[in-house]
């Protein structure tokens, strides 16, 4: 994805250099909409055959007259041909050849507009000039199409980049709140214990039960009807976060132990139950969110 979008900053930066060039190479009046009778201005850029030429007005006289157009001054600045006229009749008017070094320039066209046109025998307004041909129109255009393009490739690689990100992200959300919710669940048990409002059979119970629905919820295991012998098939997800010491067999001999205490028949000690609780709290701390 990242060479792809890579190509596409090549393709675009290219594109735009070429479009930036054609738009400086293009001859363009000064102002855009030259109307007749006024005085205008046909800047066009030379190429590399006049380099060696000097910056400076060029003589008039061997200029042919016209009834239609008249030079006023022509100059050289920069690598540019500036001709300043006069034109008296409206549509595209050819200049007369312009001299500049050995070289002899024809073919060059301004267009005049009249405020008025008539067509039909109506009169109405000319058309309006193509904003297409307005000095720096394309390099505009040429560029903003290049940041289309580059949005479009940059929103698509962050799609496509992001969505494990969104999830890993989602993930951890819910592993914290999940080891919240099983903390909260712990320390409530603690406090009836306390206060005896629950017996120690009960509080033991209680907590293999949490430990159950914590295995089922965060690891995906489906262990709440499980007998111990069956934990000892059970397998934790590589990126599961828990340490190497709390293994299936580990939780085999845990829930043994809750099993056989439970069922023994006699009375539970308190201190036994604290015991298992905070086997189970050390469990629930230990686990490292990825």
């Not at 930066?13 to 009046?29: C, E, G, H, K, R």
């Amino acid at each position: 994805m990242l060479r792809l979008l890579f190509l596409y900053l090549f393709i675009g930066t290219v594109a735009l250099s070429f479009a930036q060039q054609l738009d400086n190479n293009a001859p363009y009046q000064i102002p855009q909409t030259i109307y007749i009778g006024d005085r205008g201005r046909l800047v066009y850029p030379l190429d590399g055959f006049f380099s060696n030429q000097e910056d400076g007005e060029l003589p008039l006289d061997n200029l042919p007259e016209s009834g239609e157009i008249v030079i006023n001054a022509v100059q050289l600045n920069n690598g540019r041909l500036v001709v300043d006229f006069q034109a008296f009749k409206t549509g595209i008017i050819s200049l007369p050849p312009i001299v500049v070094g050995e070289k002899t320039l024809s073919g060059l066209e301004v267009h005049i507009a009249s405020i008025l046109e008539g067509q039909g025998g109506l009169t109405v307004l000319s058309a309006a000039a193509t904003p297409l041909s307005a000095p720096g129109t394309l390099w505009i255009i040429s560029a903003f199409v290049l940041i289309t393009i580059l949005g479009i490739v940059i929103l698509l690689l962050f799609l496509f980049r992001s969505g494990n990100v969104f999830l890993t992200l989602k993930r951890r959300i819910k592993h914290k709140r999940m080891i919240r919710q099983t903390q909260r669940a712990i320390k409530r048990l603690k406090m009836n214990l306390d206060k005896e409002t629950i017996g120690t059979k009960t509080a033991l119970s209680d907590i293999s039960n949490e430990l159950r629905i914590f295995i089922d919820k965060y690891f995906n295991i489906h262990c709440r009807a499980m007998v111990p012998q069956e934990f000892l098939d059970i397998t934790f997800p590589e990126d599961s976060g828990a340490s190497k010491k709390y293994s299936p067999e580990y939780f085999y001999q845990f829930f043994t132990n809750c099993d056989t205490i439970r069922f023994s028949g006699k009375n539970i000690a308190e201190k036994t139950v604290r015991g298992i609780i905070a086997e189970v709290e050390d469990f629930i701390s230990s686990i490292t969110i990825t």
